[in-house]
């Protein structure tokens, strides 16, 4: 090698000399512990029975009363009905959108004609306006899961303020 | 462009290092997957090919980068430098192998594109703990992929030697990215003592060898003579020099090679214009002089390279007086034919 080379080469192992150890202990004093079968909770380290089955994840079938539906007397217009709706417990489904629709679903089908009044969240309260229709006809809410792309749950809409909105 | 491509020259010797070295490799990755498989039999294939991989590309590494300063402490170990590119390139390829498969086992199931998702997917840079390892391995491959693409003696031409020395120390950078990619990657779940501390050894190791060549080649730069008046510069007796040897002394800041050899002394420059390997650590066999590296060879009257070869280096001036070699330190243009001086033979009378 030629001089410059060597002094290059002297700087860099020197360089390396001094930062690589400090990376490596550094590195192993950080060293998160790692969870052993002894330092699990009691619950998770119970004995499984030997015929215990892992249960499948549960599909989006309509949950057991999972909102709660209000009508909100004189918080609309002459001809225009408020409702509120109130999640008791966090939704399995994921982006769930409510619609008021004159038809029932079929299928687990949004039906044709269904009105869009909004997004639902979790464990929020949530006020729609019903549509001018809703008025003069019979109807439901339907909850509608956009991500699977299909019918969640089906709410009677309360034709009274103390009515619940049980499916 | 003068230089042409011409390919690996094959030879027995370089057919037999690579022989060792990929049954060396098939080895490792079978004894590494078996004992895997039966010590964690939980262990999915895929993980222990990951993890064989890049256990092997580490220790190839390990080898390549102690190969130099083991050479420069003792000439012992030189018949391993003479095929270390084959080994440097190997090394990449495990590694390429390495780093594909973690790609497509942790990033190509996603709905982002696999090489972006490398560098977004943990962007926790402040944490040391839980620092994105990932793209240092990255780098470090990158790095090793310039040095493996560039390792053909068509680029060492092209780039030349200073230049292609320069580009190939970035293995420095890579080591040190490596180390980091281990150590805040696989150490950080991995509780056995066993691969903590083979990375310590081997990064001690490694350090300790590159740091005592350095500062052994310190102390033969600092000893650099100067010149008096006449510009020549006494460097040794003659006797001092071994027949078909070198004494290598420290110049003007550059190495000079004086060699003796049929009665002869030359000197002609320390550095060899293929890999800058050390001439004056060499012989001269069949009237030339050797580079102990890969077998350049120079005549040491003029410092060219015999027909057909084209290489040249500085030669010196050299006179011989009084049983001591004197050497003008004023480098010669590369080729230059310079007269050897003369070593007067002592005659021993013998009496009846």
């Not at chain 2, 390139?89 to 497509?104: K, M």
């Not at chain 2, 391995?137 to 790095?143: E, M, R, S, V």
């Not at chain 2, 080729?335 to 001086?341: K, L, N, S």
Request: aromatic share 8%.
């Amino acid at each position: 090698m030629t001089q410059a080379l060597r002094q290059r080469h002297r700087t860099l192992v020197t360089a390396l000399a001094l930062a690589l150890p400090t990376v490596f202990l550094s590195g192993l004093l950080v060293r998160q512990p790692v969870p052993a079968s002894g330092s699990l909770p009691t619950a998770l380290t119970g004995s499984t029975p030997s015929e215990a089955r892992i249960a499948p994840p549960e599909r989006s079938g309509p949950p057991e009363s999972p909102v709660a539906v209000r009508l909100l007397p004189g918080a609309g217009s002459a001809t225009e009905a408020v409702i509120e709706l109130q999640t008791a417990r966090e939704l399995s489904a994921p982006d769930v959108l409510v619609y008021w629709s004159a038809a029932e679903p079929e299928a687990g089908r949004l039906p044709a004609g269904a009105t869009l009044l909004g997004p639902l969240k979790d464990t929020q309260a949530a006020r729609f306006a019903l549509p001018e229709r809703a008025a003069s006809a019979a109807g439901r809410l339907i909850l509608y899961g956009l991500a699977r792309q299909e019918v969640v749950a089906t709410l009677q809409v309360p034709t009274s303020p103390r009515e619940g909105g049980a499916p | 462009v003068s230089h042409t491509y011409s390919a690996v020259a094959w030879n027995r010797q370089k057919r037999v290092y690579d022989a060792v070295m990929v049954g060396g490799v098939a080895l490792y990755l079978a004894l590494f997957c078996g004992l895997g498989a039966v010590v964690h039999p939980n262990a999915t294939v895929e993980t222990l090919l990951i993890r064989g991989l890049g256990t092997c590309a580490l220790l190839l590494l390990h080898v390549v980068l102690m190969i130099g300063p083991l050479c420069r402490l003792s000439p012992q170990f030189l018949p391993l430098l003479y095929n270390r590119r084959h080994l440097g390139v190997t090394t990449f390829f495990v590694g390429l192998a390495h780093g594909v498969f973690s790609i497509i086992q942790f990033h190509a199931l996603g709905d982002l594109n696999p090489l972006v998702s490398v560098f977004v997917s943990n962007t926790r840079y402040a944490s040391l703990a839980d620092f994105p390892f990932q793209p240092l391995g990255f780098f470090a491959l990158l790095i090793l992929f310039l040095m493996a693409a560039t390792s053909h003696d068509f680029w060492l031409k092209n780039l030349t030697a200073p230049v292609w020395k320069g580009l190939h120390m970035l293995v420095y950078v890579a080591y040190g990215l490596l180390v980091a990619h281990v150590t805040l990657g696989v150490l950080q779940a991995e509780t056995s003592p066993l691969l903590a501390g083979a990375l310590g050894v081997g990064m001690v190791v490694v350090l300790g060898l590159h740091v005592a060549a350095a500062y052994r080649e310190r102390a033969a730069d600092a000893a650099a003579q100067t010149a008096g008046d006449d510009r020549f510069v006494e460097v040794c007796a003659v006797d001092e020099i071994p027949e078909k040897r070198a004494r290598v002394v420290a110049l003007s800041g550059e190495r000079v090679a004086v060699f003796k050899y049929d009665g002869q002394v030359s000197a002609i420059s320390n550095v060899c214009q293929h890999q800058n390997g050390p001439l004056g650590e060499g012989k001269v066999i069949d009237g030339c002089v050797t580079c102990p590296w890969h077998g350049y060879q120079y005549l040491p009257c003029s410092g060219a390279s015999p027909a057909p070869f084209t290489e040249k280096v500085p030669t010196f001036n050299v006179r011989v007086a009084g049983g001591k070699v004197f050497v003008d330190p004023r480098p010669n243009p590369p080729g230059t034919r310079v007269e050897p001086a003369r070593v007067i033979e002592k005659k021993v009378r013998v009496s009846a």
